[in-house]
């Protein structure tokens, strides 16, 4: 039995040393090449062509190469796990992820606490103006999402000194933090966000969450950070917001299209930065543990670790 990669845009060279060095008898195949399908046991998918996963009779596990599952739910053919015979789905959880993305956001949250935005723009300008810095007291980090990826941000956070509240679906008690929950206590949460950070997995109903609505019941002048998906983000509103002057500025690392186009308004954004997707990458050595003991779970018939609730979308 074996393993295929099915993953178009990816690069897989990586992640089978990766498997290969834990296991050098594990038989990896990648798609289209992966024949007979009848062998294949273990799916490792990113952004695969929709109905794909229907191809293979056999096939006991479909498991994300990252944490999010929203390029799997894409797929209209997706087997239901919940049916009998169905393969079970799972995500990839890593404390690297978790610690990549803590230190994405404390930069990115002390990149506009400090000004370094109003001083980029004075540089270009060859203006010497030095202003007043912020109150960090006075500066609520409001995090959508306390998932492993949330909850290990808002400890980072809030350890540097930040006050930190979290807002989720359901109640979760995290120590320091104040948290909120459902859509009664959402609006309770966004008056607090001076900096709202965007960490929600992307799901039908948190689709277009970030939305004029939503940055008109933040404080005035708050500003945004979304490291989420680009689903999130309405992004015809933020350009509004910040014209505006609803939201002071915003920090992307994820776009509805990626990558950006050349000829996408947010490039030349004056208080707009962004990145290419690198707040949180999947490190091959790092989950390649997970995957083999996913596998030796799957052949002993044992609960597999880190399964998807497909009705819950994450």
């Not at 079970?88 to 404390?106: F, G, H, K």
């Not at 709202?196 to 404080?219: A, E």
């Not at 915003?250 to 030349?268: K, R, T």
Request: proline letters at 8%; one cysteine or more.
């Amino acid at each position: 039995m074996a393993i295929t990669f099915i993953c178009p845009e990816n690069d897989t060279i990586s992640w089978i040393t990766a498997l290969k060095t834990l296991d050098p008898t594990l038989d990896i195949r990648v798609w289209p090449g992966d024949e007979p399908k009848e062998e294949i046991e273990m799916a490792l998918t990113w952004k695969h062509p929709p109905g794909t996963l229907t191809e293979y009779p056999n096939l006991g596990c479909i498991c994300s190469m990252g944490a999010g599952i929203d390029h799997l739910l894409a797929d209209p053919l997706l087997p239901d796990p919940d049916l009998p015979g169905n393969p079970t789905i799972v995500r990839l959880v890593d404390q690297r992820l978790a610690d990549n993305m803590s230190e994405y956001l404390l930069l990115a949250v002390l990149y506009h606490f400090r000004q370094f935005d109003f001083y980029q723009a004075k540089k270009e300008e060859r203006l010497w103006e030095p202003i007043l810095p912020l109150e960090k007291k006075e500066m609520v980090i409001g995090i959508m999402g306390l998932g492993q990826l949330g909850e290990a941000a808002a400890k980072r956070l809030g350890e540097t000194g930040f006050p930190v509240c979290g807002w989720r679906n359901s109640h979760k008690k995290i120590d320091g933090i104040q948290s909120f929950h459902g859509k009664g206590e959402l609006d309770n949460f966004l008056s607090r966000a001076r900096i709202l950070i965007c960490l929600l997995p992307l799901t039908r109903k948190t689709r277009h969450i970030l939305n004029l609505d939503t940055f008109s019941k933040l404080p005035g002048g708050a500003y945004l950070i979304n490291v989420g998906r680009g689903g999130h983000l309405k992004e015809i509103d933020l350009l509004t917001a910040l014209d505006q002057k609803v939201l002071s500025g915003a920090c992307l690392d994820v776009f509805q299209s990626e990558p950006l186009p050349g000829d996408h308004p947010f490039w030349q954004h004056p208080k707009i930065m962004l990145t290419p997707h690198i707040s949180s990458q999947t490190n091959p050595m790092s989950v390649a543990p997970q995957i083999v003991s996913n596998l030796n779970r799957l052949r002993a018939g044992e609960s597999l670790l880190n399964r998807v609730d497909i009705k819950k979308e994450y």
